[in-house]
């Protein structure tokens, strides 16, 4: 399984929107959990949004309102960003969790940009 990101906006001024998606790509069937994470220089990564087959999602709290994750298909997620912050500047990574094996796969990640 592959996933890949694609970002759509580029550099973004505070208050502003961006769109990222994830496509995963391969032996998709079995596909669970869809998550977006996030990581800045020298911290750990952090969970941002996940999506159930079923629609179902849970966000950070400091995305919460702002963000929003959807799904479309089996294989293919979305995450929404308005009112951006500066605090939001981050690499972004897409990550597929499979149903039966638990087994994780990541996306190569995109970098977000939030000008003040």
């Known amino acids: 399984l592959r996933c890949s990101c694609r970002l759509w906006g580029g550099l973004v001024q505070v208050g502003g929107f961006l769109r990222l998606s994830c496509l995963a790509s391969g032996n998709v069937f079995g596909i669970d959990v869809m998550s977006w994470y996030r990581q800045t220089p020298g911290k750990e990564r952090e969970f941002v949004a996940n999506?159930?087959?079923?629609?179902?999602t849970l966000y950070a709290v400091s995305v919460k309102d702002r963000f929003s994750i959807s799904r479309d298909n089996a294989n293919k997620t979305y995450l929404q960003m308005n009112s951006l912050k500066p605090e939001d500047t981050a690499v972004y990574f897409c990550?597929?969790?499979?149903?039966?094996?638990?087994?994780?796969?990541w996306g190569k990640g995109t970098q977000v940009t939030v000008s003040s």
């Open positions: 990550k597929a969790r499979m149903r039966d094996s638990g087994m994780e796969y």
């Open positions: 999506v159930t087959p079923g629609g179902s």
